[in-house]
């Protein structure tokens, strides 16, 4: 046997090998009851959470993602996670005490309690079609490391990482997803830094590649331009207060300053990954210029040893997988809570296989966007976009109760879901990125709807 074929026989081996494990472990530690399969029985330990809340917002799609983006544009691509920090932090101070003292689990249940149940059903619609085309994302970006290491085609190996994942979301739920995350997260962390240390070992560190890039891949805005990184943070806020995984996340901890806590902690898990992810990019575009830049990342591989080669195989799968599963549980919440519960109103057992059954079928649905995929970075903001959305409904109602209607915030989710999607098909014209639409849109409609009721409504003004 070749030394090519035992180091692809090692890498194929720790993988399944890995995944068989970690499988094994979610079925033992899987969800017993509903209240397990959704929040844990609000019973996780902060470290445990902060860890869950960094890896589901910093998975496989921003991993891959992100080295793509520096790969093409420079190291300022790194805001697009360091972005995520700072988002992290906000949602610490201001909102993860609120999401917990809620009692909801669902971003569609926090903004009901203000805005009624016309709004918990707009915000469910456009939240599950937003965590669908971030699966989407999160199956390719999988792929892609997936493809590389194990030598499969892109197709199989979406296939493989949709396969394995659903162990994880349809038999775990988030009581045992949080803690096989701790496990993924450990290695993801670890195969980065592993990847860090071989590009720079690769290219003689940073000065050489300032002297053969172009000197916009090592300024704050390089390629992307302050425009795009300002909608990057502002999305990216918009996302972590408003997206149903962090709500369950929060909503998970097992008291109000331990959700607070966990958000903190979070934000600084993040900070040190934009930086590396940025630089293994940009060492790729230096090392590998003709290559196709989905593979910034995974094209390191090669050129370690086997068993590093199989140790951050490990790692990227491992982002894949997790990433996978939190999205497809959070899905699965907003249909069992806002669709299937009041339709069928079933006893508990039967609620329990009834979630196992949407997990599994909100988990495949993204398999039939793959193969159209755009830029795994674009679609993650645009996904951001549609959920900033919201987060400005939602941060209205408690921090703005007087400002709008329920009918105000159902007029405001549409119009702003249907403009944002408009706006991103067409490419952002006039250089106005989607994410200014979904920001602005909301708010618009919200003022305009109170303007309306203060010109019919006299008497009410004088009031005011």
Same mark, same amino acid.
């Given at each position: 046997m070749t030394d090519d074929a035992l180091r692809h026989g090692l890498i194929v081996g720790s993988?399944?090998?890995?995944?068989?494990?970690?499988?094994?472990?979610?079925?033992?530690?899987?969800?017993?009851?509903?209240?397990?399969?959704?929040?844990?029985?609000?019973?996780?330990?902060?470290?445990?959470?902060a860890v869950l809340l960094m890896s589901e917002f910093i998975g496989a799609k921003s991993t891959v993602g992100t080295a793509q983006e520096a790969f093409e544009k420079g190291m300022a691509a790194g805001w697009s996670v360091l972005a995520a920090a700072i988002g992290f932090l906000l949602l610490g101070i201001f909102f993860a005490r609120q999401i917990y003292t809620s009692q909801q689990?669902?971003?569609?249940g926090l903004v009901e309690q203000r805005f009624g149940n016309g709004a918990r059903i707009a915000v469910s619609i456009i939240m599950i079609y937003a965590l669908l085309l971030v699966n989407v994302g999160n199956?390719?970006?999988?792929?892609?490391?997936?493809?590389?290491?194990?030598?499969?085609d892109l197709t199989t190996s979406t296939f493989v990482i949709a396969g394995f994942s659903a162990v994880y979301y349809v038999f775990g739920g988030l009581k045992s997803i949080a803690y096989v995350t701790v496990l993924h997260s450990a290695m993801k962390l670890f195969g980065i830094a592993m990847l860090v240390v071989v590009a720079a070992s690769l290219t003689?560190?940073?000065?050489?590649?300032?002297?053969a890039l172009p000197a916009s891949y090592f300024t704050w805005d390089g390629d992307i331009g302050a425009n795009t990184i300002f909608a990057w943070i502002v999305g990216t806020l918009g996302a972590?207060?408003?997206?149903?995984?962090?709500?369950?996340?929060?909503?998970?901890? #097992?008291?109000? %300053?331990?959700?607070?806590?966990?958000?903190? !902690?979070?934000? @600084? =898990?993040c900070l040190p990954l934009g930086f590396a992810l940025a630089f293994v990019g940009v060492a790729a575009r230096y090392l590998f210029p003709d290559q196709d830049s989905l593979y910034a990342l995974p094209v390191f591989i090669d050129r370690m040893s086997s068993p590093m080669a199989a140790v951050v195989t490990v790692s990227l799968v491992a982002s894949a997988l997790v990433s996978v599963s939190t999205v497809a549980l959070a899905t699965t919440a907003l249909v069992m809570r806002d669709f299937y519960v009041p339709w069928r109103k079933p006893e508990p057992e039967a609620?329990? #296989?009834?979630? %196992?059954?949407?997990?599994?079928?909100?988990? !495949?649905?993204? @398999? =039939?966007?793959?193969?159209?995929t755009p830029h795994i970075l674009q679609l993650s903001f645009f996904t951001r976009?549609?959920?900033l959305s919201i987060a400005i409904i939602a941060l209205t109602g408690v921090y703005l109760p007087w400002l709008g209607s329920g009918r105000g915030a159902v007029a405001a989710l549409v119009a702003s879901g249907v403009l944002t999607t408009i706006w991103y098909l067409l490419g952002n014209p006039l250089g106005i990125d989607n994410m200014y639409v979904a920001a602005v849109t909301p708010a618009a409609v919200l003022l305009l709807e109170r303007w309306i009721g203060r010109q019919g409504d006299p008497v009410r003004e004088q009031r005011v």
């Open positions: 993988v399944l090998v890995y995944i068989v494990l970690t499988s094994l472990l979610a079925f033992v530690l899987r969800s017993r009851t509903n209240a397990q399969f959704m929040v844990g029985s609000r019973a996780l330990p902060a470290v445990v959470i689990h669902t971003i569609s199956y390719v970006s999988g792929a892609a490391a997936l493809a590389t290491a194990l030598r499969l003689g560190g940073i000065q050489p590649m300032r002297d972590i207060f408003s997206t149903q995984y962090i709500v369950q996340a929060i909503a998970a901890n #097992r008291d109000a %300053r331990a959700a607070r806590s966990s958000a903190l !902690l979070a934000a @600084l =898990l609620e329990l #296989r009834a979630t %196992r059954w949407v997990a599994l079928a909100v988990g !495949l649905v993204p @398999l =039939l966007c793959v193969f159209v976009a549609l959920r």
